[in-house]
């Protein structure tokens, strides 16, 4: 699995990092919760991104559009931290970055059930 994602994405997917020999194969859905070791299961992160993916402060939907969870955003805005998440915001792209081969895109399905178990 490792191998495989990191042989397809040349930059991190989300913030679009271009070191491509430090990213990591991230799953959508965690193996232990039923997630595969497949190609339409994984994504191509630098390791920040992959940790605030798995945390679930990072969110992608099935139409490949990335956000910061809304339930993170009130909580650092109470917290008087809301400019993590603001510089965050301003580093990530728009819209995941995705391989050329459309045979390796991120399945839509898998985004949009981690999605919506994430975002509260």
């Not at 994984?42 to 990072?58: A, E």
């Not at 490949?64 to 580093?91: C, K, V, W």
Request: hydrophobic share 40%.
């Amino acid at each position: 699995f490792s191998t495989a994602i990191k042989s397809i994405y040349s930059q991190c997917a989300t913030c679009g990092f271009q070191y491509d020999y430090v990213l990591d194969a991230a799953h959508i859905i965690p193996v232990a919760e039923g997630g595969t070791d497949t190609l339409d299961n994984g994504l191509g992160l630098c390791p920040r991104c992959h940790r605030l993916f798995d945390k679930g402060y990072i969110l992608i939907d099935n139409n490949y559009m990335i956000f910061i969870n809304p339930t993170f955003a009130e909580h650092f805005q109470a917290q008087g931290l809301a400019g993590s998440l603001d510089r965050l915001q301003a580093e990530l792209r728009p819209s995941l970055w995705l391989p050329a081969d459309e045979d390796h895109w991120p399945s839509q399905y898998n985004l949009k059930r981690i999605f919506d178990a994430r975002r509260g």
